[in-house]
């Protein structure tokens, strides 16, 4: 898949900011089931369920992959 946009990702625990960088894609474990935010996504908050965040770093081409193991928390696209 070729991403063409980046929007900056913070993912934080109530401890420390795991990451904090530019990124073209986050797939995330929803609670009512996993989904993608990329550049320009719909603003939404969501719970998390267990699981695995994908982070897609890089544009223009194929991007590196990140893999996170999460244990639930809410995320806010904006």
Known sequence: MLYSA???L???TPDQVVLEED????RVPG???PF???ARHAPVT????VGE?????GSGGTPTRRHLA?????????
């Open 10 to 12: 913070r993912i934080a």
């Open 31 to 33: 609670l009512d089931g």
């Open 23 to 26: 990124v073209v894609g986050v």
């Open 70 to 78: 999460i244990s639930g928390g809410v995320v806010e696209v904006r």
């Open 53 to 57: 965040v994908r982070v897609s770093i």
């Open 46 to 49: 969501a719970v998390l369920a």
């Open 6 to 8: 980046s929007f900056p």
């Open 36 to 38: 993608e935010a990329l």
